[in-house]
């Protein structure tokens, strides 16, 4: 339990960092409605906030809302998430704007429960969803977030569980109403101290239980799923002309990997001849 004196401090520390140092300029923040909301958190689950950038700009150009991402041919959502990795997260954003669009009218629940019936959306990204699109005074942990309070609070202690951060958390956001902070800012704040943190001190992530060192790219297979689907864009190829195409001496695992795009949706495969869902 940490005294509300120290609390405010905090407070009072990352409101003065988020003023001068805060990242203002991200399309999402200076424009929250839900749609780009649930767009930017979904592309920032793995990805660099300066690559998401560039790649919202030219998403929201072809797919505006809810109603033209969801009725888009899959194809096109695939080729226009080029770039961002993870290609399944293509997917759960079009089926979740299709589910947008067939079960909530257009409109995104204001309900951590539903956004976690959607596609690709666990507990705290729809956490995130109601803080940035909503305002609304949620708790969730991700890495910026964890990082920030390892560091103000866990200094030099080692296993932290998110179980011991969440209260802290929760102390914290039962504060805003009477902080410079409203929700939406206070995570954006956390977001860009967190980030901030990164580049000045070691990981405090580190320390937390939950640290795990992220899978080698090169060579994966989450790298030549990738490379199949960009070999798919623009027309069908024979299974021995695509596999060429991506330079897979193993036929075993690369069949594996067709297996696995056919069941998630990404592919269709009719006899020797692949294309794009």
Not at 98 to 123: C, F, H, R, T, W
Request: aromatic share 12%; net charge positive; glycine share 6%.
């Amino acid at each position: 339990m940490q005294s509300r004196n120290s609390l405010d401090i905090f407070l009072q520390k990352l409101y003065s960092f988020y003023h001068k140092n805060g990242r203002h300029d991200m399309r999402w923040r200076k424009d929250t409605r839900a749609y780009y909301i649930f767009l930017s958190e979904v592309m920032l689950q793995q990805t660099q906030v300066e690559r998401v950038k560039e790649k919202f700009a030219e998403f929201i150009r072809k797919f505006p809302d809810w109603q033209s991402l969801a009725g888009a041919k899959q194809s096109a959502v695939v080729l226009a998430w080029q770039g961002l990795g993870y290609n399944r997260r293509a997917l759960y954003l079009q089926r979740g704007a299709q589910a947008v669009v067939k079960d909530y009218a257009g409109s995104l629940p204001k309900d951590v429960s539903l956004l976690q019936k959607l596609p690709g959306i666990g507990p705290n990204t729809a956490g995130a969803i109601m803080a940035f699109a909503y305002d609304q005074p949620v708790v969730f942990i991700e890495t910026n977030i964890r990082r920030v309070l390892l560091h103000e609070f866990f200094a030099g202690k080692e296993n932290v569980a998110d179980n011991e951060i969440i209260p802290i958390l929760e102390e914290i956001i039962s504060l805003l109403s009477k902080s410079q902070f409203t929700p939406r800012t206070f995570y954006w704040a956390m977001m860009d101290y967190g980030t901030f943190l990164k580049q000045q001190v070691p990981n405090p992530n580190r320390r937390s239980k939950h640290y795990s060192k992220q899978s080698q790219f090169e060579g994966s297979d989450r790298q030549l799923r990738g490379k199949i689907l960009r070999e798919l864009i623009n027309t069908p190829l024979q299974k021995t002309t695509l596999q060429t195409a991506v330079s897979v001496q193993d036929k075993e695992k690369f069949e594996l990997i067709l297996t696995g795009l056919t069941k998630e949706g990404f592919i269709i495969q009719k006899g020797e001849r692949i294309q794009l869902k």
